[in-house]
């Protein structure tokens, strides 16, 4: 009975063609209330720090006397509580995804350069 139940969706699967698409070649397709990333117009921002204050996830970080502000995408939820929390609407959240990186990159996997062994020095 179960070799039939295999069957039937091997041949299903057959006409009907793959079930996922072949990102990137093919876009994918955004959904309307899709979380994609967290965007900043830094042109308008006043360092207030309330987006760092209000990142339930401690993702963001703002420094007022350098007037930089960085995310750790990594630590980002994209719950948007930072959009809402800032007062000038600098903050977005964009809902398409970064682009793949189709290049491999060796330097990041290698790590700092390995410094030469010292030679010994020869005793008399």
């Given at each position: 009975m179960r070799a039939f139940t295999i069957t039937r969706t091997i041949v299903r699967m057959l006409f009907r063609g793959p079930a996922t698409i072949r990102?990137?070649?093919?876009p994918a397709q955004i959904k309307e209330r899709?979380?994609?990333?967290?965007t900043m117009d830094i042109t308008?921002?006043?360092?207030?720090r309330l987006c760092?204050?209000?990142?339930?996830s401690q993702a963001i970080t703002v420094d007022k006397e350098?007037?930089?502000?960085?995310?750790?995408r990594m630590r980002c939820i994209?719950?948007?509580?930072?959009?809402?929390?800032?007062p000038k609407?600098?903050?977005?959240?964009?809902p398409r995804y970064h682009p793949p990186v189709t290049e491999f990159l060796v330097e990041t996997l290698q790590g700092p350069p390995v410094p030469d062994p010292v030679p010994e020095r020869e005793t008399a």
């Open positions: 990102y990137p070649k093919e899709s979380r994609g990333h967290i308008t921002c006043i360092f207030c760092e204050k209000n990142c339930i350098e007037r930089t502000w960085t995310i750790d994209i719950c948007g509580e930072c959009v809402t929390a800032c609407d600098c903050l977005r959240i964009d």
